[in-house]
């Protein structure tokens, strides 16, 4: 036999409960009881939807990690963005 076996256990998926991720939500949430067309790829053109991202954005940008051993993860991690 070969490759891998299938993963033995299930996984649950978790809701992800931030203020961005709540305020996403309930925006697209909004959008989707109110527009006819209510594709999510419109949802993420609206300027609501730009303004909450840009909000993430800068978020992410001004954190300063507290741990010592956190700091090379988050440089990484915005190096990784940089490069999208």
Known sequence: MWGYPPYSRALTP????????DK????YLHFYQSEK?????????????KQ????AKD??????PKLGSNKQV????RHFMRSM
Not at 24 to 27: G, I, P, R
Not at 52 to 55: C, G, L
Not at 59 to 64: A, D, H, M, V
């Open 74 to 77: 988050y440089k990484s991690a």
């Open 24 to 27: 996403l939500n309930a925006a």
């Open 52 to 55: 909450i991202f840009k909000e």
């Open 37 to 49: 067309e209510n594709m999510i790829a419109r949802f993420l053109s609206t300027d609501e939807a």
């Open 14 to 21: 978790v809701a992800l409960h931030t203020e961005i991720a």
């Open 59 to 64: 978020k992410f940008l001004s954190y300063q």
